[in-house]
C-alpha cells in the first residue's frame, strides 16, 4: 500500500484562550471558589489546550439560578421567535463549523474527517430541524397545548460533545425550556465555543448556561432542587445513580446510556458493503460510541470469507494525527479510557479468544489503542458482555435466524443492531424481534435530526430527534 | 410615481425597473411582447405561450426539487427569508406594510421549518394486520398552477406551502410590483431555475389556459374572487383530474395561523407494503 503524504488541517483556524469560566447568565464568570480548575489535553499529543473551571455549588446554583429566571421570558415568547433564535444559532454553527470542527479534533483527538464531515454538520442540522419545531408544538402529538418543564439539566458525554451538546440543547429550547448544560471534563471546549456562539446570535442571557466540571458538577447539578429535568446522555452505571438521584422528586428524566449492539450478517449479505459497515459499525470514532456494533454476529456458512474480508479491509485504517484529513482512527480520549480498552482487551485474550490487529505504527506521543479484532468469542466471554467503548470488535457465528436474534438479544443494553442481508423480509423480520431501539439495516451508524435516538432496557429510557424528542422537553 | 426605490438626486434621472416575468429561473418579456401600466409602471402582460412555457420550467424543475432532501428544501426556504429581510425596505417602497413584509418573512420561517416534519405529522406506521411492513408517506402532486390573491402576505402563503413539500409552482400574480420583487429574492436565495414561475397579467385571461392544461397536477384558486370564474376552472380542472384548492367563502385572512391544510391539499400519500419474514 502507498503513503499519502500528510494533509494535516491547520488548527490556526480557531483560538483557543488559555483559561475558561464558566458560562452563566450570558457572561464568562470565575467559579466562586478558588482552586477549582483542571486541564484539558489533546489526546493525540498529551498537550494542554486550556485550563477551565470547576463549578461547585455555589456556581451550580447561579446558572440553575439564571436559567430559571430566563425561563418565564423565554417561554413566553411567540414560538416563531423562539424559532429564529435556533436558526441563527444554526446558522452560526454551520458559519463557524471550520473552527468548531478543529477544536473538536484538538480536544477529543477524534479525525477532522469526522469532525468535520459529521459531527459538524449534524449539529447545525440538529439546530435547523428543532428551530422549525418551536412555532409547530401544537401539531407534534403531544397535545393542543404543550408546554415547557422549566429548568432542563444536562449531561454530556465526551464522545461526540458538540454533536451531544446540540441533541440537548436544540429540543430543549425549541420547547421553551432553559438549560444548564455540563460537558464532560475532557472535551469542555466546543461547549464554551458555543457559548459565545449564543452570545453572537444574542440568546437572551441565562436561556444557555455551561458549567464544566467532573463527575461532582454533574452529580450536583442533576440532584439541584431547582430543575425540572434532567437528561444524561453516558454510561448505564452513572444513569443508574442519576435514577436513583431523581427517585421521589418531580424532575422528569432521560437517559441515553451504553451499548453493545450486535451486527448480524446473514449469509447472503452484500459482502464487501458489509465489511464496510461492520469497519463503520465499530471503528467510527475510535469506536466511542455507544451504538457502535461491538458485537459481530456471522453466520457460520460465510464466516472465512467475512473475516478475511474484513482483515484486509481494516489493514488499510490510518491511524494517527486527528488533524491529517487522511485519518481514519485518532487518538483514544483519555489516559482513562486508553487504561480501561487495555483491560479489557487484556481480559478478552486471557479467557481465550483470539486477538487479532493490522501491523499498525502508533505514535509515541499521546493516547493511542491500535484497531482490534477478537475471534472465537463465546457469550460468557467479558468482551461480549462489557461495553469496552474502543476499536474492538468482538465476533461470535450463529447458524439459523432465531440464533442470531436470541444472540443478538443476550444482554442487558438495548440501544442499536445491524442486519445485512439482501432479503427485504428477513431484515423487517429480525428487525422485529430484535430489543434495540434502532436497527440499521445494510448500513450502520446513520444519524438524522428527524429520526428518533435511545434505547431499549438498560441502555435509558426516552428518546432524542425527530418528533419523538420533542416529548422528554413538554409537559 | 414609478421612482420609488431611489429618489432622483438633483439633475439626476432615476433608473426605473422594468418588472418582467419570472420563468425557468430567468426574467423574460412576454413572447407576446405586450405590457400593461400598473401605478406608472409598464408591467408584462403574460400571454398563453409564456403559461404554457412557465409550466414546462415548472415541470422540467419538479423531479429534481422533489428529490432534493427535506432538509435541503427547508434550507432553501429559510435562504428566503434571509434575503426578504434583506430587502424590507424595498417592499416597503413598493406599497407593502412593514408589518405584512414581517409576517411575510416569518411565513417563509414557519415553512422552512415544515419541510423535514411534514412527513412524521401527515405520515407514518400503519399497524397492518398480517406479517408486512407498511408505511405511509406524502409526496408533493407535481405541478401546481396558482391563482395568487392581491396581497404580498397572501401570495408568499400560497407559494411556500406548495413548494416546502417538492411542488413546482406557475403562478399568476395579482400585485404585479411586489411579486416581480419577490422573484428577485427568489432568484438569489439558491431556489431552482423552475421552482417557482411568476406571471404577471390578468388572471381571466390566462388562468383558464392553466386550468385546462393537462402537464399541470393541481390548481390553487385561492385568488379569484370571481365565484363564476372560479367555478369555470374548477370545471376545467376536471379534463386531467386535477386537485383544487377552491377560494374560501369568506375572504382570507392571511395573517391567521395557516395551519397544515395549505400543504396537505397538494400532496399525495404513498403507502408502501414489503412483507416480513425469515
Same mark, same amino acid.
Given at each position: ?14 483560538d ?5 469560566g ?6 464568562f ?12 489535553? &489533546? ?8 485550563? =477551565?473551571?470547576t ?47 478543529v477544536?473538536?479534533?484538538? %480536544? ?10 459529521? %459531527? ?24 393542543? &397545548? ?12 465526551? &464522545? ?20 444548564v ?40 447539578? =442533576? ?22 438521584s ?42 466511542? =460510541? ?26 488499510t485504517?490510518?491511524?494517527? %494525527? ?5 485519518? %481514519? ?36 506521543? $499521546? ?22 467503548? $474502543? ?58 435530526p ?14 432524542? $430527534? ?10 | ?36 401600466l ?19 420550467a ?5 423531479p429534481?426539487?422533489? *428529490? ?36 411575510a ?18 405520515? *407514518? ?23 395568487a ?11 411556500a ?10 403562478v ?20 431552482p ?29 385561492? *385568488? ?20 383544487v384548492?377552491?377560494?374560501?367563502a ?29
Amino acid at each position: 500500500m502507498f503513503e499519502y503524504a500528510p494533509a494535516p488541517e491547520s488548527r490556526s483556524v480557531v483560538d483557543i484562550a488559555p483559561s475558561y469560566g464558566l458560562f452563566i447568565d450570558g457572561e464568562f464568570v470565575s467559579p466562586a471558589s478558588s482552586g477549582g480548575v483542571f486541564k484539558t489535553v &489533546n489526546p493525540a499529543t498529551e498537550e494542554v489546550l486550556a485550563e =477551565v473551571s470547576t463549578a461547585g455549588p455555589e456556581d451550580v446554583d447561579r446558572a440553575v439560578a439564571a436559567a430559571r429566571r430566563a425561563a418565564g421570558p423565554w417561554s413566553a415568547l411567540p414560538g416563531a421567535e423562539r424559532a429564529k433564535y435556533l436558526f441563527r444559532i444554526a446558522r452560526i454553527v454551520q458559519e463557524r463549523s471550520r473552527e468548531l470542527a478543529v477544536l473538536e479534533s484538538l %480536544d477529543n483527538g477524534k479525525p477532522i474527517r469526522e469532525s468535520r464531515d459529521v %459531527d459538524l454538520p449534524l449539529a447545525a442540522a440538529h439546530f435547523f430541524y428543532y428551530a422549525g419545531w418551536a412555532d409547530k408544538l401544537r401539531h407534534a402529538g403531544f397535545g393542543d &397545548n404543550p408546554r415547557p418543564l422549566g429548568v432542563a439539566a444536562q449531561v454530556i458525554p465526551w &464522545n461526540f460533545p458538540m454533536l451531544m451538546l446540540a441533541w440537548k440543547i436544540a429540543p430543549a429550547l425549541a420547547t421553551g425550556n432553559t438549560v444548564v448544560l455540563k460537558p464532560a471534563e475532557t472535551t469542555p471546549l466546543s461547549a464554551l465555543f458555543f457559548a459565545d456562539v449564543c452570545r453572537q446570535a444574542e440568546l437572551p442571557p441565562g436561556v444557555v448556561n455551561i458549567v464544566t466540571g467532573a463527575g461532582e458538577t454533574g452529580r450536583t447539578l =442533576v440532584e439541584h432542587a431547582g430543575v425540572d429535568k434532567v437528561a444524561f446522555t453516558g454510561s448505564t452505571e452513572v444513569g443508574r445513580q442519576i435514577a436513583r438521584s431523581v427517585a421521589g422528586t418531580r424532575k422528569r428524566l432521560t437517559l441515553e446510556l451504553g451499548g453493545k449492539a450486535a451486527n448480524i450478517v446473514f449469509d447472503d449479505a452484500p459482502i464487501d458493503q458489509a465489511v464496510e459497515g461492520i469497519v463503520n459499525g465499530i471503528f467510527f470514532n475510535q469506536g466511542h =460510541v455507544c451504538c457502535a456494533g461491538s458485537r459481530l454476529l456471522i453466520q457460520e456458512s460465510v464466516y472465512d470469507e467475512v473475516i478475511e474480508a474484513l482483515k484486509r479491509r481494516m489493514a488499510t485504517l490510518r491511524v494517527g %494525527d486527528p488533524l491529517d484529513k487522511n485519518t %481514519d482512527i485518532g487518538a483514544i480520549n483519555s489516559a482513562e479510557q486508553l487504561a480501561r480498552i487495555r483491560t479489557l482487551s487484556d481480559i478478552g485474550a486471557e479467557e481465550g479468544a483470539e486477538r487479532w490487529s493490522p501491523p499498525c505504527e502508533l505514535p509515541a506521543q $499521546g493516547f493511542w489503542f491500535a484497531p482490534t479484532i477478537f475471534t472465537g468469542v463465546t457469550q460468557a466471554h467479558r468482551i461480549a458482555r462489557e461495553e469496552i467503548f $474502543g476499536p474492538v470488535l468482538s465476533v461470535l457465528t450463529f447458524r439459523t435466524p432465531a440464533e442470531a436474534i436470541e444472540k443478538a438479544n443476550n444482554t442487558p443494553y438495548g440501544l442499536s443492531a445491524g442486519i445485512w442481508t439482501e432479503k427485504g423480509s428477513q431484515i423487517l423480520a429480525v428487525a422485529d424481534k430484535l430489543r434495540a431501539g434502532v436497527v440499521w439495516a445494510n448500513t450502520f451508524n446513520k444519524f438524522d435530526p428527524t429520526s428518533p435516538f435511545g434505547g431499549y432496557k438498560e441502555s435509558g429510557y426516552g428518546r432524542e $430527534g425527530g418528533r419523538h424528542g420533542l416529548e422528554a422537553y413538554l409537559a | 410615481m414609478a421612482d420609488v426605490s431611489r429618489p432622483g438626486g438633483a439633475g439626476r434621472l432615476a433608473v426605473r425597473k422594468t418588472y418582467k416575468l419570472f420563468i425557468g429561473g430567468a426574467f423574460p418579456r412576454s413572447e407576446s411582447g405586450r405590457t400593461y401600466l400598473v401605478d406608472g409602471d409598464n408591467v408584462v402582460l403574460a400571454s398563453r405561450k409564456d403559461a404554457r412555457d412557465a409550466v414546462v420550467a415548472a415541470r422540467a424543475a419538479q423531479p429534481k426539487w422533489a *428529490g432534493a432532501t427535506a432538509y435541503n428544501r427547508g434550507q432553501v426556504l429559510y435562504r428566503v427569508a434571509e434575503m426578504l429581510e434583506a430587502r424590507h425596505a424595498e417592499f416597503v417602497a413598493r406599497g407593502v406594510a412593514a408589518a405584512e413584509v414581517d409576517a411575510a418573512i416569518d411565513r417563509w420561517v414557519w415553512y422552512a421549518g415544515w419541510a423535514d416534519k411534514i412527513a412524521q405529522v401527515h405520515g *407514518g406506521a400503519n399497524p397492518v394486520a398480517g406479517p408486512f411492513f407498511n408505511l405511509s408517506a406524502p409526496e408533493p402532486t407535481g405541478v401546481v398552477a396558482v391563482v395568487a390573491p392581491p396581497s404580498f402576505l397572501g401570495l408568499v402563503s400560497v407559494i411556500a406551502p406548495a413548494i416546502v413539500t417538492g411542488n413546482t409552482v406557475v403562478v399568476l400574480a395579482a400585485a404585479p410590483q411586489a411579486a416581480v420583487t419577490l422573484a428577485e429574492v427568489l432568484a438569489t436565495s439558491d431556489v431552482p431555475g423552475g421552482v417557482v414561475n411568476i406571471l404577471t397579467g390578468h388572471a381571466a385571461e390566462v388562468a383558464p389556459w392553466l386550468a385546462s392544461h393537462d402537464d399541470v397536477n393541481a390548481l390553487d384558486l385561492t *385568488g379569484v374572487t370571481d365565484p363564476a370564474l372560479a367555478a369555470d376552472l374548477e370545471r376545467s380542472a376536471a379534463g386531467s383530474l386535477k386537485r383544487v384548492v377552491r377560494p374560501s367563502a369568506e375572504a382570507a385572512d392571511f395573517t391567521a395561523d395557516p395551519g397544515l391544510g395549505a400543504m396537505t391539499a397538494l400532496l399525495e400519500t404513498k403507502t408502501v407494503w414489503h412483507p416480513k419474514g425469515f
